[in-house]
Structure formats: C-alpha cells, structure tokens
C-alpha cells in the first residue's frame, strides 16, 4: 500500500470512528471482510492453524488473532497494543438541563481533553444505546448523528478582559453544550425521543420500545484533512490512539509468517484501563489462556515473545522547546519514536528497543527517541500493564504529534504511514531476532 491510498483509507477509517464502539465495530467488519471468524467468549473456542479470529469484549475492546501453527506447539507470538478511546465529553444519565430559554447537554470529562479546544466547536453525538424490544430482551445498537447537534460558545472577550491570559475551564460550571430551545416537555423523555427517532433513521426494521442506558460522547464534526501548502501534516480528532489502531489492522491482515500474530485495541486507556474491557482486565490474558491451555507450554512460548505497545509521542512543538528535554527532539515526519522512561512508565527497555531498531532498519525507517523533560510528569500506556500481566519483553513506540488530547490533534502525513511499515515487517520478518538470557 503506498502513502497516498494509505492516508485516504486512514481518513475514512477516521471520520467513521467517532467514538470506541464504532472503532471497533469497523474494525470487526474490516476483519469480516477479511475472511477472519468471531470467537465469542461464552462460547468455546474452536479455532485452527492456518485461519483468522477476532474477538470483541464490550463493544469497545478488539482483540485480532492470525494462527500460522498450532498455538500451544508454536514458540512465539508477535503482538501489537493499542487502545481505543480518546479523551473526550460523555453525555450523563440525566442528559438536558434548561438555563435561559436553552436547553443544554450535561456531560461528564471522560479523560484529559485539552479543554479551551471544545468551545466553539461543532460538536456531534455518537455511542452506543441500550434498548427493550417488545419482547423485553436488550439490544445494544451503535449511534452517530453525523452533523453538529450541539456547541459549547465560549463567552465574548468584551466579558472577560482576562481570557487571552488566565481563561480557566471549571469542568462543572462552564461545560454545558447548547442542544437547542427549551421546551415545555421533559428533559428526559425528550432526550430519549431524539435517541429513539435517530435509533429508527439508522435501523428502520429494528422494533424498540424505549431506551434503558447509553453510552455517548461528544465529538468534532469536522473531517481529517491535510494541512500546510505541500500538505505535511494531518490534523484530525482522535489521532491519540486511532492512528494505532489503524496501522495494527493494516499490518496484521498483511502478515506472512510461522509465528502467530496478535493485535489488542482496547477501552478505558485514557482513563486507567481499569475495567473489564481496559488492558488492566482479564481479556487478553484469558485469550491467551484459551488459545494455550497448557500452562508450561504458554510460559515458553511468552518468554520468547515480543509485545510493540503502540500509542501516540510528543513531537517537539516550535513555539514550546523548553518544554522539551534538549537531547530528545522528536520531529513531525522524521520517523515513529521510541519511548523512555526510567519509572517504566514506559515498558521500553534496551532488549526490547534493540528488536524494534532492527525491524525500522531493515525497512529503512529513521528512529527518533524520547524521554521526559525531567521537570514533567510522564503520561503512560498499555505497555507496562501489558508487560507486567503477561511477562513479555515490551517496547513503547508511537507517531509524534502536536496537541495531544486537543480536539484536533496534528501529526506528519508520512510517520503513521512508516509505522505501519515497521508493524508490517514486524508481523511478517521471517523470523525475529531473539536476545540472549
């Protein structure tokens, strides 16, 4: 696949993920397509060398399998990790409040958003309802208005002289978006109306009797582009971590090899991974488990594995370096960086750095490296949670980018482009360079 066709089905994959449950529900279609079967977790698991499986927990976690061997005879498994989430506004239970004839969305921060990026902004509304059919058995459906319904204006400077020096956010006082003019009916049920009407636009033959839960965010309509005037770089929402995602499905339905392949997208990163469908759950590990029940031949066969846990790196902003630490500048388009952290923060170590170099050489991928200016606290990733559960050499990697967790995040238009060419190579080298004990 070459850079240009690489970034346009990037784009599409983008605009059509606006929240994890549609990332996941693409990608389980991409793998439909792909001839890959869906194993379900409470079913037993029947699965054969040669073949393709995904497996989704909770609408928003993807696990990809490819088996080229036996999994309990085979000696090592190349995994990726990403996740599916991004910070973001989440829609509360009581969705509508009424404040001067406007009737407002209530949300909820869900991770760390740069918040000064969401006013303004036209904002959509997309997630996944729970609903009763007339048989009372629950269905969850996936939603996606596809136009702004809602706007958070900012207040006009001639209101606050100090905004462009001390403009603060206060999360419960200031985020409320506009959704349209009050009405006498209630906000509930209102809201419920909208929901069950959009329900009807998206699955007309579906019969549903009323909405029991949702899970819905707010997000920027606006689609991904290519931004400066010989279109250097990409400027999207979400960038943090579906770039990741991408680039994981791309490579592993690509892969040639004897080892068998594995890619993790899961929920909850931004928050923790501590849920049931986070990298602090059970998911992967019992996948694992399953696929290798003999508790001897899974130790082998992990001590001789490799996990990349991909996730999106600061690129050295121009107008901030001092932000930075000197001896490590990454730069937009120079290649995916590894990430350092002596608190394993990170789980890169030199081991596992090491095999990385070697699969970006071979591929003749530059490497750019980042550590943590020493004055700053360090963010973290699946990576070391990945690494500690299941007792693998890990290494951080990831594309550099600017304004990380703004609504509109930028990166290179050719660094996703040359990670997806290490995560190809690394899913189909012939065989991976193995360290001595």
């Not at 829609?91 to 406007?102: E, Q």
């Amino acid at each position: 696949m070459q850079l240009e066709q690489f970034n346009q089905d990037f784009f599409d994959f983008l605009h059509n993920s606006p929240t994890p449950f549609h990332t996941v529900k693409n990608l389980a279609d991409t793998f439909d397509k792909a001839g890959f079967t869906r194993l379900q977790e409470n079913e037993t698991w029947k699965v054969q060398a040669g073949n393709g499986f995904y497996c989704i927990r909770d609408n928003g976690t993807f696990l990809g399998i490819k088996l080229a061997a036996a999994p309990d005879h085979n000696p090592v498994w190349r995994m990726t990790g990403a996740h599916t989430d991004s910070p973001s506004l989440q829609i509360k239970p009581s969705p509508v409040r009424d404040s001067h004839s406007l009737t407002q969305l209530c949300v909820e921060v869900y991770g760390g958003p740069l918040l000064s990026t969401w006013f303004d902004r036209d904002l959509g509304i997309a997630g996944r309802v729970i609903l009763s059919s007339e048989d009372d058995t629950l269905i969850t459906r996936m939603i996606d208005f596809k136009k702004p319904v809602a706007i958070i204006p900012s207040l006009a400077i001639h209101l606050d002289r100090t905004a462009n020096k001390e403009h603060t956010v206060e999360k419960q006082k200031h985020l409320f978006p506009l959704l349209c003019h009050s009405t006498e009916s209630k906000h509930e049920n209102s809201f419920n109306d909208i929901l069950l009407q959009q329900v009807k636009t998206e699955y007309p033959d579906l019969v549903a009797k009323e909405i029991l839960g949702f899970d819905l965010f707010c997000y920027d309509t606006h689609t991904p582009a290519l931004i400066g005037v010989n279109k250097d770089f990409i400027a999207a929402s979400r960038l943090d971590n579906l770039v990741s995602c991408f680039v994981s499905a791309q490579a592993l339905l690509q892969s040639q090899t004897a080892d068998n392949c594995l890619m993790l997208c899961s929920n909850h990163e931004e928050i923790g991974s501590s849920s049931m469908a986070g990298a602090q759950g059970n998911f992967l590990n019992t996948a694992l488990e399953r696929l290798m029940p003999d508790v001897s031949n899974r130790s082998k066969a992990l001590h001789n594995s490799y996990l990349l846990s991909l996730d999106n790196a600061h690129a050295v902003h121009p107008n901030f370096p001092e932000k930075y630490d000197p001896q490590h500048f990454p730069l937009l388009n120079h290649g995916p960086v590894i990430k350092y952290n002596s608190n394993q923060r990170y789980a890169t170590t030199s081991r596992s750095a090491a095999l990385y170099k070697v699969l970006a050489k071979e591929v003749d991928v530059p490497i750019q490296e980042f550590v943590m200016n020493n004055d700053l606290a360090c963010g973290s990733t699946i990576g070391p949670i990945a690494a500690k559960i299941l007792g693998v050499q890990t290494v951080d990697i990831g594309v550099p980018s600017l304004a990380m967790h703004s609504i509109r995040e930028t990166i290179g238009a050719k660094d996703s482009y040359m990670l997806y060419q290490t995560i190809a190579h690394f899913y189909s080298r012939p065989t991976l360079p193995q360290a001595e004990d």
